[in-house]
C-alpha cells in the first residue's frame, strides 16, 4: 500500500526566511511518481511538480526548490525568500507507474508567512 | 480558456436529500476524479472515470454515484446514504495513463457542500 507524510502540519515564518516542507513516502514499486500541489486560500489546487522515481536530479524553479532522495524515500520541498502569496497549504501525492493509477495525498502543510 | 469548472460553489442541502455535484473540462482530458476534502486532512478519492461509459469505485466510494455519459462532464451525486456529507469536493482530470508515464491532475475550484 502506498502512503504519504507530511509530518509538518502548520508552519509559520516571516516573510523573506527560508523554508522547507518535508515529505516522506512508502511504496513497493520502483518506478512511480512524486507531485506536490499548493491549496492557497480559494480552494483550487495548483500544480507544481511532478518528478518519476528514475529521476533525482533536485529541480529548481524560481524560489521553489525540490529536493528527491530515493535513499530516505523523501520529496522535500524549499521555498527560498518566502512570500506573503506563499500562504497556503501544499500537498506532496504519489502514484504508481503507468495506466490510470490514482494519486495517494498527503495531509498537507499550511504554510503562514506573515509580512 | 481551457479548464475545469464546478458548480455550484456553494451548496445546502438538507437531511435526506440526494445532491448532484456537476464537473466540467474543456481540455479534451480522458480521465476525470472526485475527490472529498475534510478540515486537517488530505484528499480522499471517491470515483474516477478513465474513459466514457466507464468508472470505477475509489478509496471512499460508499454513499456517492457518479455518471460519464460524456467525455467533458463528470457528475457527482451525493445520495442519504453518505452519513456525513459536508466537506469540500474537488473535481480533477487528467490527460489519462500511458504506458509512458503517470500525467499530473488539474483540479476545479471545488464545491463546498453543507448539510443542515
Known amino acids: 500500500a502506498q502512503k504519504v507524510t507530511q509530518a509538518q502540519t502548520e508552519i509559520s515564518v516571516v516573510e523573506k526566511e527560508d523554508v522547507t516542507l518535508d515529505c516522506v513516502y512508502e511504496?513497493?514499486?520502483?518506478?512511480?511518481?512524486l507531485f506536490w500541489y499548493k491549496q492557497p486560500p480559494s480552494g483550487e489546487l495548483v500544480f507544481l511538480i511532478r518528478?518519476?522515481?528514475?529521476?533525482?536530479q533536485n529541480e529548481i524553479s524560481g524560489r521553489y526548490s525540490w529536493n528527491f532522495q530515493k535513499s530516505t524515500s523523501s520529496f522535500n520541498f524549499t521555498i527560498t525568500a518566502s512570500q506573503v502569496v506563499d500562504s497556503a497549504v501544499y500537498f506532496c501525492?504519489?502514484?504508481?507507474?503507468?495506466?490510470?493509477?490514482?494519486?495517494?495525498f498527503g495531509k498537507g502543510t499550511m504554510l503562514l508567512v506573515s509580512p | 480558456d481551457g479548464g475545469i469548472t464546478q458548480s455550484p460553489k456553494y451548496l445546502f442541502r438538507k437531511e435526506g436529500q440526494n445532491v448532484t455535484l456537476s464537473c466540467e473540462q474543456n481540455?479534451?482530458?480522458?480521465?476525470m476524479y472526485w475527490y472529498r476534502q475534510d478540515p486537517g486532512q488530505g484528499l480522499r478519492l471517491i470515483y474516477y472515470?478513465?474513459?466514457?461509459?466507464?468508472?470505477q469505485k475509489g478509496d471512499i466510494a460508499e454513499g456517492y454515484s457518479v455518471s460519464r455519459e460524456k467525455k467533458e462532464s463528470f457528475p457527482l451525486t451525493v445520495t442519504s446514504a453518505q452519513k456525513n456529507p459536508t466537506a469540500f469536493y474537488l473535481c480533477?482530470?487528467?490527460?489519462?495513463?500511458?504506458?509512458?508515464?503517470?500525467?499530473?491532475?488539474?483540479f476545479g475550484p471545488g464545491t463546498r457542500l453543507t448539510v443542515l
Open positions: 472515470s478513465q474513459i466514457v461509459n466507464d468508472f
Open positions: 518528478r518519476n522515481s528514475f529521476d533525482e
Open positions: 501525492a504519489l502514484s504508481e507507474a503507468g495506466g490510470y493509477s490514482t494519486l495517494t
Open positions: 481540455l479534451n482530458h480522458d480521465a
Open positions: 511504496t513497493r514499486d520502483t518506478t512511480y511518481y
Open positions: 480533477a482530470s487528467s490527460i489519462g495513463g500511458s504506458s509512458s508515464g503517470f500525467n499530473e491532475q488539474f
